[in-house]
């Protein structure tokens, strides 16, 4: 079995309440549910949080969910603990609920790439991006398909001053399980705490992390401008016309 989790709180510094923001009708934590649904290689999906207010939200448009600790540090030890509530899986697709505008086929990519590359513990797709100096944007640093490192700047740093495209972190991500076992029996480490991208204490762990370029425009919702931007988004967008029609 191949599950989706999709870990959200209501705890945002940045953009408070993000998960139930109004988007084209829908609170935003239904879109990234809805779409995550429409990947083909997924058996289930569930949203993982800690919020009744979630919870309700999810019972009113019959979303699935697991109800997990307020206590957790980031979405990957929520994500770890709603995996334990599940039997039997081949991997754990860890979905970011602040991304509402997320593409399924780069969803079914993710696990098609981690059936065919076993060797590595989890997954972390990219998509190019000339944007510069955006520290709410986690860049990847990597050689071929394995990745060395994680940066909230512009890495690696173009010493010539060519031109370069940066490859950012598509918040789809898939562990083996007994890579996410590893992650949470180990504290915060110190470039985690330092950058602030959880999966730093993955490269901590020796953990082997295989990227790869995906061809979604998704991008998450971290500040107001995202929210405005996604809002604009959806007034076009193909997929969300297949989904709305049950709720508005």
Do not use: W
């Not at 030890?77 to 609920?97: H, L, N, P, S, Y």
């Not at 065919?116 to 071929?144: E, G, L, M, S, Y």
């Not at 007994?178 to 204490?201: D, P």
Request: hydrophobic content about 35%; charged content about 30%; glycine content about 4%.
């Amino acid at each position: 079995m191949i599950v989706g989790l999709i870990p959200t709180h209501l705890k945002s510094k940045r953009l408070p309440k993000k998960a139930l923001l109004n988007l084209g009708g829908l609170p935003m934590i239904i879109h990234t549910y809805r779409r995550a649904k429409k990947a083909k290689k997924l058996d289930e999906v569930y949203i993982c949080t800690d919020s009744s207010e979630i919870i309700k939200v999810c019972k009113k448009f019959n979303a699935k969910y697991l109800k997990t600790s307020s206590k957790h540090k980031n979405g990957t030890e929520r994500v770890a603990e709603a995996a334990k509530k599940i039997k039997t899986c081949k991997f754990i697709i860890d979905i970011q609920g602040d991304e509402p505008l997320v593409n399924p086929n780069d969803i079914d990519k993710v696990v098609n790439f981690h059936k065919k590359n076993k060797f590595f513990d989890i997954i972390v797709p990219f998509q190019p991006t000339i944007q510069r100096n955006n520290k709410n944007i986690v860049k990847i640093a990597c050689t071929k398909n394995r990745v060395i490192s994680f940066s909230r700047l512009d890495v690696p740093y173009s010493f010539d001053k060519k031109k370069l495209f940066l490859k950012k972190h598509l918040s789809i991500i898939s562990f083996k399980p007994s890579a996410l076992k590893v992650f949470c029996k180990k504290s915060l480490g110190e470039l985690e705490k330092t950058e602030g991208i959880e999966l730093m204490r993955a490269l901590e762990l020796d953990l082997k992390i295989g990227t790869f370029k995906a061809k979604g425009t998704s991008f998450s919702v971290d500040i107001l401008e995202d929210y405005f931007k996604a809002s604009k988004f959806l007034k076009k967008d193909k997929l969300f016309k297949t989904y709305k029609k049950y709720y508005i």
